[in-house]
């Protein structure tokens, strides 16, 4: 079983810098694309941003491009989240997941495409 634990959420006052990290452990496998998804109060989960494990491309919603970096590193089996200049609307519970299939640009930020999914961490932006 893979589990994948994220960690690094918390209260941020608009401006501000925040990274949050995913870890994966378990049984090991080979997964080709990492993603990261957020979900606020009252609206559906929703898509920030997906790194392709083997050959580092990187893809963002345009909501956070320019803002949020992903980055991985392999030997330690994480993925990385660095959100800057964090906005109240950024406010949400930010998910990692894993996918074993590598989906082109166009389906990388369907949720049904990812095949594990951690618990989350809560990001909290105040005004």
């Not at 929703?46 to 083997?54: D, G, N, Q, R």
Request: glycine share 12%; with cysteine.
């Amino acid at each position: 079983q893979v589990q994948l634990v994220e960690s690094g959420g918390g209260l941020v006052q608009a401006g501000g810098s925040l990274r949050l990290s995913c870890a994966a452990s378990g049984r090991a496998f080979s997964w080709y694309i990492m993603g990261w998804f957020r979900q606020a109060p009252g609206k559906e989960r929703e898509f920030v941003a997906a790194l392709w494990w083997s050959g580092g491309s990187k893809y963002y919603a345009e909501s956070v491009k320019g803002r949020f970096t992903i980055s991985g590193d392999s030997a330690k089996n994480t993925v990385y989240l660095q959100m800057n200049s964090l906005k109240p609307e950024d406010t949400a519970e930010y998910y990692c997941a894993a996918s074993r299939s590598s989906w082109d640009y166009s389906q990388v930020s369907k949720n049904d495409n990812y095949d594990y999914w951690g618990q989350g961490t809560q990001v909290t932006v105040s005004s």
